[in-house]
T-cell receptor, first 112, second 113 residues
């Protein structure tokens, strides 16, 4: 069966510091991968998606970037964090049945 | 782009009662409508979905209905239990290479004893 991992689970970073969040999927190949951000008490905002290695599409212009160095690995990065980057970051994957997305456990990021 | 509105934002029901959450979408090309349940501190869990060629789908105590003409869909939970308490999100998508989901703003469901 397929599983998705995200780490770290929680992170506290000062303003201006770099960021690297990692997501990996097991048990499938060539998945679509997605990064979402969820602000406290709010809905999910799609940040990036990838339909293959090296193929990244950005949905919202901001100081974040994404990379997909391997088929089942998706990384979210920032060179300098802002206070507004605080939130719950979720990775999701999709394969086979069109549209169905399955989410990871998330990373809680607090920028201080 | 797609816009999904969800109501109500909060819903409190007594155990055993039914709960209904409604969503409307704007893009008539949308053809896939999932519902997610999110418990505190966890990632959303896909609980049921419906595609545009179907009007209703049931899975035990939960059901989803779709009205393509009116562009709205609803989640129905019957015989609610305390473990149904969570935030529920609807979403809409035009399935394709990327199949991006547009989410509603969520409904916090509280099932009281």
């Amino acid at each position: 069966s397929q599983t998705i991992h995200q780490w770290p689970a929680t992170l506290v970073q000062p303003v201006g510091s770099p960021l690297s969040l990692e997501c990996t999927v097991e048990g499938t190949s060539n998945p679509n991968l997605y990064w979402y951000r969820q602000a406290a008490g709010r809905g999910l905002q799609l940040l990036f998606y990838s339909v293959g290695i090296g193929q990244i599409s950005s949905e919202v212009p901001q100081n974040l970037s994404a990379s997909r160095p391997q088929d089942r690995q998706f990384i979210l990065s920032s060179k300098k964090l802002l206070l507004s980057d605080s939130g719950f970051y979720l990775c999701a994957w999709s394969v086979a049945r069109p549209g169905e997305q399955y989410f990871g456990p998330g990373t809680r990021l607090t920028v201080t | 782009g797609e816009n999904v509105e969800q109501h109500p934002s909060t819903l409190s029901v007594q155990e055993g009662d039914s709960a209904v959450i409604k969503c409307t979408y704007s893009d008539s090309a949308s053809n896939y409508f999932p519902w997610y349940k999110q418990e505190l501190g966890k990632g959303p869990q896909l609980i049921i979905d419906i595609r545009s060629n179907v009007g209703e789908k049931k899975d035990q105590r939960i059901a989803v209905t779709l009205n393509k003409t009116a562009k709205h869909f609803s989640l129905h939970i019957t015989e609610t239990q305390p473990e149904d308490s969570a935030v529920y999100f609807c979403a809409a998508s035009v399935t394709g290479t990327a199949s991006k989901l547009t989410f509603g703003t969520g409904t916090r469901l509280q099932v009281t004893l």
